[in-house]
C-alpha cells in the first residue's frame, strides 16, 4: 500500500482540518501508511486514528525569535526535510499557506503534489504574494481538488483542466435520522460566529418573520469567532427586545438532535467554500433557504426549488420572503426536505473516500509511469 503525507497548519477544528481527519483516518482504516505533517498543535484539535502519524514540521525552538524571511524559509526547510526522510508515495496540502510550502517543498524532489483549494479564491488568493507565488508554483501540481465550479474558474487553465471537484464528506451522524413525527416552530442556523456567515441580515429579515408569525423563534448554533459579531448580535437583539424569540445557542456537539425537528434552516453567508453546516442540514432533511454565494458552495449541492430555495446574498428582503414562504407552505417545504436528503447518496464518507482514492492512485500511476 502506498505512504499518504498530508500538509496543512493545524488538526484545529474547522473545515478544511475536518476533511483531512477523515481521509486520513479512513487511508489508514484501508490499510495506506498515513502521515499528517503540520506546523504547530492547537488547542481544540480533531481526533486521529492511532494508525495515522503525526508529525511537527513547523518552526522549533528559538526560530520565532529569527527574521520572518527566515522563518519562511525554515518552514519549507522543515518540509522538505521530512519529505526526504519519510519518502511519501505523494504530497496533499491544503489551504493556501501549506499549498505554497508543499510546492516549494517538493520542488525536485521526485514526488506528486496534489493540491486543494477549500475557501473562495476571490479575496483569499489575491494579495500580492498569491500573484507572485500563483503563477511560478501551481504548474507543478501535479493535480487539485476543488469544492465548487466557482473555485475552479479562478485559475488558469492549466489547474482547471488539471483537477476534479470532490465535495466534502458528511458527518455520518447526520445521515439516516428518521424524519420527525412533526415540526417544532423554531427556525435554525449553525456556523461560527463570524463576520462573513452574516447573522446580522438574519436577524434583520427575521424581525419581519416574527411580526407575521409571532409564534416561531429563531436559534443560532455556534461559537463565537472572536471577531466582535457575537457582540454585533447580542447588541442587535437587546436593541430590537428580541431576545424571547431570537436565542444564541452556543457550539453544541448534538446538532443531529438539536435541530432535526426544526420547521427550517436558514443560510446567510456572504461567501464560503463549501459549507458543511449547509451539508450537515440537507442530511437531516431540513427545509432551507440558503444565499447564493460565491464561490458556488450552495449552488453546487442545491437546486433551486428542488431541494432549497437560493436567494441573493445580502438581501434581507429575500431571506424574509424565504422563510415566510417555506413557513406558510409545509407541504413544498417537505418536498424540499425530502429531496435534500439525498445529498447523503453521494457527500457519504465512502462515496467521497472513493473519489479521492481514486485520484490519489491515478496521480500516482501516472508519476510511476514517467
Not at 172 to 182: D, F, L, R, T, W
Not at 199 to 223: N, R, S, T
Not at 285 to 305: F, K, Q, S, W, Y
Not at 306 to 328: T, V, W
Amino acid at each position: 500500500m502506498k505512504k499518504i503525507a498530508f500538509h496543512l497548519n493545524c488538526l484545529e477544528q474547522g473545515g478544511a482540518e475536518r476533511v483531512v481527519t477523515n481521509l486520513a483516518n479512513q487511508f489508514a482504516g484501508n490499510g495506506y501508511e498515513v502521515l499528517i505533517a503540520t506546523e504547530w498543535y492547537g488547542e481544540n484539535e480533531f481526533q486521529t486514528d492511532e494508525r495515522v502519524r503525526r508529525v511537527h514540521v513547523g518552526l522549533r525552538e528559538g526560530d520565532e525569535k529569527k527574521h520572518r524571511l527566515i522563518q519562511f524559509y525554515l518552514r519549507v526547510k522543515y518540509l522538505r526535510d521530512f519529505l526526504k526522510k519519510e519518502k511519501p508515495d505523494i504530497l496533499i496540502p491544503f489551504a493556501r499557506r501549506a499549498l505554497y510550502r508543499g510546492l516549494m517543498a517538493a520542488y525536485f524532489i521526485k514526488i506528486p503534489v496534489l493540491i486543494s483549494i477549500r475557501t473562495d479564491p476571490v479575496g483569499h488568493y489575491e494579495e500580492l504574494s498569491d500573484k507572485i507565488q500563483i503563477p511560478i508554483l501551481f504548474p507543478r501540481a501535479d493535480g487539485c481538488v476543488f469544492q465548487t465550479e466557482g473555485a475552479k474558474e479562478f485559475f488558469a487553465p492549466r489547474l482547471q483542466n488539471n483537477s476534479r471537484i470532490i465535495l466534502n464528506p458528511i458527518n455520518p451522524k447526520y445521515i439516516g435520522v428518521p424524519e420527525p413525527a412533526s415540526r417544532t416552530k423554531t427556525v435554525v442556523q449553525s456556523g461560527r460566529l463570524v463576520d462573513f456567515k452574516n447573522q446580522p441580515m438574519l436577524l434583520q429579515a427575521f424581525f419581519e418573520v416574527h411580526k407575521k408569525h409571532p409564534d416561531y423563534d429563531l436559534k443560532i448554533y455556534g461559537g463565537d469567532s472572536l471577531d466582535g459579531t457575537k457582540e454585533i448580535l447580542e447588541r442587535i437583539i437587546e436593541e430590537n427586545h428580541a431576545g424571547e424569540y431570537i436565542h444564541l445557542m452556543g457550539a453544541s456537539d448534538s446538532l443531529e438532535q438539536d435541530m432535526a425537528d426544526a420547521a427550517l434552516f436558514a443560510f446567510s453567508s456572504d461567501w464560503e467554500g463549501l459549507p458543511n453546516a449547509l451539508m450537515e442540514a440537507m442530511a437531516l432533511g431540513l427545509p432551507i433557504v440558503a444565499t447564493d454565494c460565491p464561490c458556488g458552495g450552495p449552488r453546487t449541492i442545491m437546486t433551486n426549488e428542488e431541494d432549497g430555495l437560493l436567494i441573493p446574498i445580502k438581501d434581507a428582503k429575500a431571506m424574509e420572503n424565504g422563510i415566510n414562504r417555506l413557513i406558510e407552505d409545509p407541504a413544498f417545504a417537505e418536498k424540499l426536505g425530502r429531496n435534500a436528503r439525498k445529498i447523503a447518496e453521494r457527500a457519504n464518507g465512502a462515496a467521497i473516500y472513493e473519489q479521492w482514492q481514486d485520484y490519489i492512485e491515478e496521480l500516482c500511476g501516472k508519476y510511476q509511469r514517467k
